[in-house]
């Protein structure tokens, strides 16, 4: 069992910054793929990063350029720098990651982007 701990959310202006964290514990050692989803009212959760345990990102198109998804494997934890918010970053942002084909999920943090 992996548990994902996810802090950093808030109420920002559009055009601001907010940074995401989320911290892995319990059964660690296999964890490979980290990340974070995000879902926003009314609509799907979708893909926001990923990145591998050897560093390697994946973004979604309307993020590309103003998210930035880093990770520490020596605290098992990544950090997510939103810069220039838009109002339609705001959703509910959920870690995730991957051990051992599972997937585990955080409990989520609110991110409000006012226009």
């Known amino acids: 069992q992996v548990q994902l701990v996810e802090s950093g959310g808030g109420l920002v202006q559009a055009g601001g910054s907010l940074r995401l964290s989320c911290a892995a514990s319990?059964?660690?050692?296999?964890?490979?793929?980290m990340g974070w989803y995000r879902e926003a009212p009314g609509k799907q959760r979708e893909l926001v990063a990923t990145?591998?345990?050897?560093?390697?990102?994946n973004y979604a198109d309307s993020v590309k350029g103003r998210f930035t998804l880093s990770r520490d494997n020596t605290k098992n934890t990544v950090f997510l720098q939103m810069n220039s918010l838009k109002p339609e970053d705001t959703a509910v942002y959920y870690c995730?990651?991957?051990?051992?084909?599972?997937?585990?999920w955080g409990q989520g943090t609110q991110v409000t982007v006012s226009s």
């Open positions: 995730t990651c991957q051990s051992r084909g599972a997937y585990y």
């Open positions: 319990g059964s660690i050692f296999a964890i490979n793929t």
């Open positions: 990145i591998t345990i050897g560093g390697s990102t």
